[in-house]
């Protein structure tokens, strides 16, 4: 016999008997994750979970945004009054099941039974489960008649032997400029030294407000400190800040990434512009040292997130596509899957002309998506 419940905090439920269900590639729906991303006063968080017999079968967090607070939503959820399921934060969702495949679809239709009760409690019409991957979107879709579209690509370094020489193979004919970023790096007498990151709080906070500055992206300083903070009580263990640092120790700029399972997240990242020399200090604080230190810890993959692909792809990532899926309300049962294909293709085109490379044709050919 399944159970259903509904808990406000991440709390309320212990990081090993949720995070018995994360893989490595669902960093951002872990339990530390999570729990450093609460904020009652910005989204009211709900963690639902199936059970049976003591043993965890299912778990997802939602959101559920005041107007003043709610993210943009994406077209195929336009004008819907939406719960958001998935981890609000780092732009990638799976549905976290145990068992076999039919133990793990059943436990899949009970948790969206339960979320829609949720959210017609609440007032809300719409399931909107957003940048989720392929594999998740065509197992909801074999369950319940999906609306979707493609959304982004996100892009992730696969380094399978886990060497520094190997990922130096993966860059084919790149290989020879990113050799120049980093000897350029070291010509220029910086270096890279490791921190956790309640070490760097203090420091590293100003820096990341710089760089957003720069970028028209600007948040109150306070604010960035706040962050670091509880990021730093919920996850130093799995941090590592990667700083770099000039001939006399002064700290020029910093990154922040976190290990979970297998792989590596690069996170944010912050520099003192006055400071810089034109020496690839991003590329060095974000790819390459990131890259010896996985070698050095068993890692294998470094996700980077979303954005710029042209320049993740010419250093070694992969890019890989991410949805947006809704389910209106009430539900009803039987697979099904709607969505824009020119848009979703023109899409896909564009991110194929962005990058120039990193996308593995079968995985993009868009029109092999179908219900499972």
Known sequence: MTETRHLTSIGDIERGTWDSLVPASCFYQSHGWLGGQERP??????????????????????YDFPAKNAPPLPSVAAGCQVLRV???????????LAGTDTERQDALAELVEGLAEHAARIGCDTLLFDFLDTDSLRLLAGLFPVRAQLRSAEAVVHNEEGTFESYRRLLGRNVRKRDYEVRKFEQAGLRLETAPLSACVDELAPLIGQTMDRYDASLDLAEIRTFLKVQAEHLDDLSTVFRVVDEEGGLVGGHVAFAWREMFYARVAGFDYTRTRNAYEYFNAVYYGPLRHMERHGLDALHLGLSAVEAKVRRGARLHPVWAAVLPLPLVRGAGLTRDTAADQALADSVRAEADGGMDEEEWDLDRVTPL
């Open 41 to 62: 006063d910005f989204a009211t968080a709900t963690y639902t979970v199936v059970s049976s017999g003591g043993r965890l079968l299912a778990a997802t967090p939602s």
């Open 86 to 96: 998935g981890t609000r934060t780092g732009y990638h969702n799976e549905f976290l």
